[in-house]
């Protein structure tokens, strides 16, 4: 069964930072574009990042450029999304989705993507 499990949400100041899991069960998650998607409360959902596993190359949307950054492990099967210097407007659910290609310029289009996990939430407050 094909699964994607998001991880390590929770409640932290501005400017701190929180280290989200996507850990990725019934396929392995080289040759996958995997995108990290968030939505806040009445907005849509947006696309944050994204790394292509197979070459590494990684597409970030602006608003979170030099303050977040992706990763991937393949030996546990998960991709890391670490968020430093938070900020209240990085409030909302984060989502993981993947998709058997690479990332590419429209990688932040949702309907790409046919495996999502379930969500975390992640609240920056203080």
């Known amino acids: 069964q094909v699964q994607l499990v998001e991880s390590g949400g929770g409640l932290v100041q501005p400017g701190g930072s929180l280290r989200l899991s996507c850990a990725a069960s019934?396929?392995?998650?080289?040759?996958?574009?995997i995108a990290w998607f968030r939505q806040a409360p009445g907005k849509e959902r947006e696309g944050v990042l994204c790394?292509?596993?197979?070459?590494?190359?990684?597409y970030y949307t602006d608003s979170v450029k030099g303050r977040f950054t992706i990763s991937e492990d393949n030996a546990k099967n998960t991709v890391y999304l670490q968020m430093n210097s938070l900020k209240p407007e990085d409030t909302a659910v984060y989502y993981c989705?993947?998709?058997?290609?690479?990332?590419?310029?429209?990688?932040?289009?949702?309907?790409?993507?046919?495996?999502w996990g379930q969500g975390t939430q992640v609240t920056v407050s203080s």
């Open positions: 790394i292509s596993t197979s070459d590494g190359d990684t």
């Open positions: 019934g396929f392995y998650l080289r040759d996958y574009a």
């Open positions: 989705a993947a998709e058997a290609a690479s990332c590419g310029n429209k990688w932040s289009l949702r309907y790409r993507y046919g495996y």
